[in-house]
């Protein structure tokens, strides 16, 4: 697993163009989150039966968010960081296993749809934290 991760101001994204035919409508409005951490997440093959890959990402995420006090997770799953990357299927899977892990321990927790490319708008803090890369 890959994450490049990002401690946000605001983070802006709507849905752009469907990547995946599968994939299901969704809602064709913006959203916004303020003070979140921005997760974006690529799922290796590796990554589907690996416990020890969904225990290192929720403690990456957990421990940045920590570091501001963030509560707020956007999570993005970027089939492009260079990997193996999982079947859609298993990526999906293991993305709304780490947000409701996260949301199990008092995150909010948001996911960009799924299967779609995105335009986003990003505010990030300028301390060399709020950009970490993660490879798991």
Partial sequence: MKLLTFLAKS???KPYAKA??????????AVTVTETVVVLVEVENADADNPSALRQALKHIKWLANKKGM???V??????????????AQ??????????RLRDTG???WTTPF???????IGVYGDSLAKVWKEI
């Fill in 71 to 73: 509560r707020n997770v």
């Fill in 75 to 88: 999570l993005h799953s970027f089939a492009h960081l260079g990997g193996d990357s999982a079947a859609p």
């Fill in 115 to 121: 299967g779609y490319f995105c335009e986003w708008d």
């Fill in 20 to 29: 995946l035919a599968e994939a299901p409508d969704p809602a064709d409005e």
């Fill in 11 to 13: 983070f802006r994204w």
């Fill in 91 to 100: 990526a999906q899977r293991l993305l709304e296993e780490v947000a409701r």
């Fill in 107 to 109: 995150y909010e927790v």
